[in-house]
């Protein structure tokens, strides 16, 4: 049963361009979560979906980030015109019910340049 | 979600027990204790969760005071591989996100 799967698992962006961040959860969970590490910082929750739709983005930030988890393929965290703060591992999550155990996979390495 | 104290720092030789304590006080009761771990650059890994009963699986086992105040995590046989940052996480029951802490950064040393 393959895990958690991040892709890309680096991603590099010049400042002003989008990073699009996918994560296939494991086969049978619905509930997709998505956290942030700024380096040397702890893991920081951004938001959690469950199919189609976004039931807590109470962390993410009000602008440029966005997070979709479609009926059919994976979940994607978009970032648009990032900046050097955007810089950061990126997990994702994913459970089959709200009270299961989340596993997470390896993350993206966003670097902005 | 109720807060949780744990020391930043320990040591551990391999092939010892590794008890890693935790401390959350203002524990609701419907709020369960979870222990995850970091190893550097990688994902988290769960490790085991737990409501009142001490609880065993094949990576660690978890003890919770009657009370439910404080916590111990035991690796019972610490390898080099368990080097990570540990952390102890308290969520509701029917709650979704978990809100990571400082963790405890657990050295086993040969």
């Known amino acids: 049963n393959a895990g958690v799967m991040q892709n890309p698992r680096h991603l590099v962006r010049r400042r002003g361009q989008e990073a699009r961040l996918r994560c296939s959860p494991m086969?049978?969970?619905?509930?997709v979560y998505w956290y942030r590490q700024l380096p040397e910082e702890g893991l920081k929750f951004m938001v959690y979906l469950q199919k189609e739709n976004i039931i807590d983005e109470s962390g993410m930030p009000k602008e440029r980030f966005s997070a979709e988890f479609p009926k059919e393929g994976p979940s994607i965290l978009r970032i648009q015109q990032v900046v050097r703060g955007d810089s950061a591992a990126y997990f994702c999550?994913?459970?089959?019910?709200?009270?299961?155990?989340?596993?997470f996979g390896n993350g993206t390495r966003l670097t902005v340049t | 979600d109720a807060k949780t104290t744990q020391p930043p720092s320990m040591d551990c030789a391999e092939g010892r027990a590794a008890n890693l304590p935790c401390n959350h006080s203002?524990?609701?009761?419907?709020?369960?204790v979870y222990w995850y771990r970091q190893i550097h650059s990688q994902g988290p890994q769960y490790i085991i969760h737990g409501l009142k009963n001490n609880e065993t699986n094949e990576m660690a086992s978890l003890i919770i005071t009657e009370d439910r105040k404080s916590s111990t995590l035991i690796l019972p046989h610490a390898t080099l591989r368990d080097t990570a940052v540990y952390y102890c996480?308290?969520?509701?029951?029917?709650?979704?996100?978990?809100?990571f802490g400082e963790g405890t950064q657990l050295t086993v040393n040969p």
């Open positions: 996480i308290v969520r509701w029951s029917s709650g979704s996100r978990l809100t």
């Open positions: 086969k049978g969970h619905s509930h």
């Open positions: 203002t524990i609701s009761g419907n709020e369960y």
């Open positions: 999550a994913s459970s089959p019910d709200r009270d299961s155990p989340l596993h």
